[in-house]
């Protein structure tokens, strides 16, 4: 089970990390049986924490709770240095990007990527050089 953030298709990634999600538990629930919606996710740096923001879990139709809100923040597990190396790419003026939200084993994990906005002109150059290989083989 992976839910890929199609967004993440417009970035050149430098590095990429793998992180944890923490989650409420019918979050967790939602997320096994349904889709979620990435528009416009970004990963930000809030007092010294990696948060997530602008993920949207559906609601889980068994949950008890009504007034859930599906986009609140999530925050994100990594190690202090992973942090320092976001924090010091943030500064260059990079984005930070989810790209995935999987299971490892019991836990949902997210992968996040630090990276630039592709331009109109490389996209374009991207998209030819993929039909030209395409057209060789």
Known sequence: MKHFNKDSRDYQFVEKFEAGLILTGSDAKSLRTQES????SKVEIVN??????????PVYKYSQSQEIDTTHDRKLLLSEKEIARIISYRHQ?????PISIFLKGKWFKVEIGIGRKIRKYEKRQKIKDRDLKRNLN
């Not at 919606?37 to 416009?40: I, V």
């Not at 010294?48 to 879990?57: D, F, R």
């Not at 003026?93 to 990007?97: E, L, N, S």
């Open 37 to 40: 919606q990435f528009s416009n």
């Open 48 to 57: 010294g924490q990696p948060v997530l923001m602008n993920l949207k879990i």
């Open 93 to 97: 003026k990079y984005m930070i990007i």
